[in-house]
Nanobody
Framework: QVQLVESGGASVQAGGSLRLSCAAS????????IGWFRQAPGKARAGVAT????????YYAGSVKGRFTISQDNAENPVFLQMNSLKPEDSAMYYC???????????????????WGQGTQVTVSS
């Protein structure tokens, strides 16, 4: 059974930084896409960043490019989302998602991922 556990969410002032962590377990394949999505109240869940664990390719939403970095030290370690220069519009519940053996759609489509964590709340105040 695949499990994803997120941590690191908090309340911060605009301009601050946070590092989210996603610990994955129970997966079978090494060919993984692990992504971060966020959902604010009344809005659709949106892709933030994804990493392909074979080769380390990364994908970012335009709104976070240059401010957020997704990384994984090695296959056994959590996936991190380093968030710098946070803005109030970054406030949302952040979810970790995992797809095994390739994506069935685009990296930022929630339907491309099979497994989801419970989420961690990020609140940025102005």
């Amino acid at each position: 059974q695949v499990q994803l556990v997120e941590s690191g969410g908090a309340s911060v002032q605009a301009g601050g930084s946070l590092r989210l962590s996603c610990a994955a377990s129970g997966y079978t394949y090494a060919n993984l896409h692990i992504g971060w999505f966020r959902q604010a109240p009344g809005k659709a869940r949106a892709g933030v960043a994804t990493i392909y664990t074979v080769g380390g390719s990364t994908y970012y939403a335009g709104s976070v490019k240059g401010r957020f970095t997704i990384s994984q030290d090695n296959a056994e370690n959590p996936v991190f989302l380093q968030m710098n220069s946070l803005k109030p519009e970054d406030s949302a519940m952040y979810y970790c998602a995992l797809a095994e053996n390739g994506l069935r759609g685009s990296w930022n489509d929630p339907k491309s991922y099979t497994y989801w964590g419970q989420g961690t709340q990020v609140t940025v105040s102005s």
